[in-house]
């Protein structure tokens, strides 16, 4: 079966610096792999999403992620973060198209630091 | 905004109770899912219906099940319920077609709390 691996809970990160959330994935195959957003009190929002092709992918609010073979990895990055970040970042894998559902990582909790 | 809808939007009730949450999805979407958002397990997905059918099950506990109507509307029931039951229930919605872009769309959330 699928997994998702998010090694960092919190990340703190001063306002205008870079970000980089981690993600691990394992699974046989190149999944489908996300990045979603989740504000208190909110639904999960869509960030991002890799199925194939060009290994970097642009998405919504600044945000890219890269997929990496070799390390199975599928990390989350913005060059400059805003206050307007801080919330909870999930990745999550597909191995079936909908077969499984998704399987979600843990999350990491974002603070942003003025 | 997703355009998928849940209802209600937050549920107290008592051990032992049952209770029903509704997930309208996207227009045109016929894959529901439903997932739940605890403390202890993190995001779980729980079930999956497609144009009325089941199509996968998760980590769905035999006391609870779905549905998905003609309307392609979805209710998910909770009986005999637990306080570890109380947590966050999303509905997702996607589009069938696995030639396009394949994501799920969540709702904001039934927030279930158990007594």
């Known amino acids: 079966a699928q997994s998702v691996t998010q090694p960092d809970i919190h990340i703190t990160v001063s306002e205008g610096a870079s970000l980089e959330l981690r993600c691990n994935y394992s699974?046989?195959?190149?999944?489908?792999l996300f990045w979603y957003v989740q504000s208190p009190g909110q639904g999960l929002q869509l960030l991002l999403k890799?199925?194939?092709?060009?290994?970097l992918v642009q998405g919504i609010k600044g945000f890219e992620a890269e997929f990496k073979r070799s390390q199975s990895s599928f990390n989350l990055r913005k060059p400059s973060v805003h206050w307007s970040d801080a919330a909870e970042y999930f990745c999550?894998?597909?191995?079936?198209?909908?077969?499984?559902?998704?399987?979600f990582g843990k999350g990491t909790h974002l603070i942003i630091q003025p | 905004d997703s355009g998928v809808t849940q209802t209600p939007k937050h549920l107290i009730t008592a051990t032992g109770q049952r209770v029903t949450l509704r997930c309208s999805p996207r227009?045109?979407?016929?894959?529901v899912y439903w997932y739940q958002q605890s403390l202890d397990q993190g995001l779980q997905f729980l079930i999956q219906?497609?144009?009325?059918?089941?199509?996968a099950k998760g980590n769905i506990l035999e006391r609870f099940s779905a549905q998905q109507f003609p309307d392609l509307h979805s209710e998910l029931n909770l009986s005999s319920l637990e306080l570890g039951d109380s947590a966050l229930y999303f509905c997702?919605?996607?589009?069938?077609?696995?030639?396009?872009?394949?994501?799920?769309?969540f709702g904001p959330g039934t927030r279930l709390t158990v007594t």
């Open positions: 997702a919605s996607s589009d069938h077609d696995r030639t396009t872009s394949y994501e799920q769309y």
């Open positions: 699974y046989g195959a190149t999944p489908y």
């Open positions: 890799y199925f194939s092709g060009d290994t």
């Open positions: 999550a894998v597909d191995s079936g198209g909908g077969a499984d559902g998704l399987t």
């Open positions: 227009s045109g979407d016929l894959s």
């Open positions: 219906y497609y144009n009325g059918e089941e199509r």
